[in-house]
């Protein structure tokens, strides 16, 4: 039986520590709050971030990380990408020796240029073999609502992501693995960019052939960034790439999608902030990505235009008009 601790209590960190216990594992997830703490473990129900949904038995809730590592085989970490590497410094010293390290943030980090797996080497000193990603087309609230969905857990150890495939292995929730963590990583992080021009779009009044063109151009982009650090090609065209990049694209319920939305409708970028409760990944790590690929040389249109919105006080019209204006070339 596997002792997971996820931290920690936001939506996805809920849903995903909801799998783990319904497929057999003994879950404690970290909250920040005593108060959100107690009131999961107590009445089985993340109010804050997934009303209505029944949480297992099998999972409780503290607010103290030391209470949530102690014994864990697996360390799910589920908090905003730019403030991973600060919490995670504190919670290192804390981690099980020999424990997987599992990350489903979808970011870049600032300044560093970092993956998520980067960081969470550089801070707690693991092997890249120890560290796993989860991507995929994997809205939360579906998901907790045990909707059909998959997912691949990326890892270079293939027993490490065979174990962690069978830790979450439920009747609703189907996860493949894939020894590609470059390409998954990139591919999570940069559909999250591509979703805030697509909701762009959708504020605009722009319908499903605007949608289709900047998924299929996204993904293009994303492949590029990707083959110019060492990915496989062929994740792009799977769940990690385009099945992510189509639901985050597509669904109301994605945040970075409903970020961008807003913005084609009008609103400021401190007025969609205030608008949108949780963290929409994208807004931030836009700029990331735009870094990492100048680094590389890579061409990423798309993402320069959602930074000029975001970040440069471009109006969202004038983003669609630069992107069509471009100089007309082979697909």
């Not at 998924?215 to 990707?226: H, K, S, V």
Request: glycine share 8%; proline share 5%; with cysteine.
């Amino acid at each position: 039986m596997t002792r997971a601790a996820v931290l920690s209590a936001g939506s996805w960190g809920t849903t995903f520590a909801k799998v783990l216990a319904d497929a057999g594992s003994d879950v404690t997830l970290h909250a920040r709050r005593p108060e959100l703490a107690r009131a999961i473990t107590a009445d089985r129900v993340n109010a804050d971030y997934l009303p209505g949904i029944t949480l297992p038995d099998r999972l409780r809730a503290t607010d103290d990380p030391a209470e949530a590592l102690d014994g864990a085989d697996v360390v799910v970490l589920s908090i905003p990408s730019q403030s991973l590497r600060e919490n995670l410094s504190a919670w290192a010293p804390l981690i099980p020796p020999g424990a997987t390290l599992l990350s489903l943030m979808k970011g870049i980090e600032l300044g560093s240029t970092r993956r998520m797996s980067e960081v969470i080497c550089e801070v707690t000193g693991a092997s890249a073999d120890r560290v796993a990603v989860l991507s995929g087309p994997n809205l939360a609230r579906e998901i907790a609502e045990e909707q059909p969905a998959a997912t691949v857990i990326a890892c270079s150890d293939t027993d490490r992501a065979e174990a962690l495939q069978a830790a979450c292995h439920t009747r609703y929730f189907r996860p493949y693995t894939n020894p590609d963590v470059v390409g998954c990583e990139l591919g999570g992080a940069v559909k999250n960019v591509i979703a805030l021009a697509a909701g762009v779009a959708e504020g605009l009044g722009f319908g499903d052939n605007t949608r289709a063109s900047l998924i299929t151009r996204g993904l293009a982009e994303t492949m590029r960034l990707g083959l110019a650090l060492g990915a496989d090609p062929l994740t792009f065209s799977g769940l990690a790439g385009l099945g992510d990049l189509v639901a985050t694209c597509s669904s109301p319920l994605s945040r970075n999608r409903t970020f961008g939305e807003h913005l084609g409708q009008g609103m400021s970028l401190e007025e969609t902030i205030a608008a949108t409760r949780q963290t929409a990944e994208g807004v931030k790590s836009c700029r990331s990505v735009l870094d990492l690929a100048r680094a590389h040389g890579v061409d990423v249109p798309i993402t320069e235009a959602v930074v000029r919105v975001c970040h440069e006080g471009e109006s969202p019209a004038q983003m669609v008009r630069e992107i069509m204006s471009r100089e007309a070339k082979s697909e």
